[in-house]
């Protein structure tokens, strides 16, 4: 059984900055890339930035130079700190992983459970 446990979400006034973290735990023998999208409501889910094992990393443009994303391997947490928030950033962030329970099973996508991000003053 893999979880993915998201933590770090909450209210922020615009120009704040956030933390978001998500561990992986359980029968885990890889994991490729690591990611973030985001839903606000009534618009579909976006990727907001990824990372792979060795550490490249992409973002989107409405993020790029606000928001870091990075990982910690040994712990199989992903994290992204968020500065400059705006109110366009008001979200459910949800933490995503590519990973494989055995060496032999294909890598397969597993989700957070979600975390709201509000930016409000």
């Known amino acids: 059984q893999v979880q993915l446990v998201e933590s770090g979400g909450g209210l922020v006034q615009p120009g704040g900055s956030l933390r978001l973290s998500c561990a992986a735990s359980?029968?885990?023998?890889?994991?490729?890339?690591m990611a973030w999208y985001r839903q606000a409501p009534g618009k579909q889910r976006e990727l907001v930035a990824s990372i792979t094992s060795a550490g490249s990393s992409n973002y989107a443009d409405s993020v790029k130079g606000r928001f870091t994303i990075s990982r910690d391997n040994a712990k199989n947490t992903v994290y992204l700190l968020m500065e400059s928030l705006k109110p366009e950033d008001t979200a459910v962030y949800y933490c995503n992983a590519e990973l494989s329970t055995t060496w032999f099973d294909a890598q397969i996508p597993y989700w957070g459970q979600g975390s709201q991000v509000t930016v409000s003053s």
């Open positions: 359980g029968r885990i023998f890889s994991i490729n890339v």
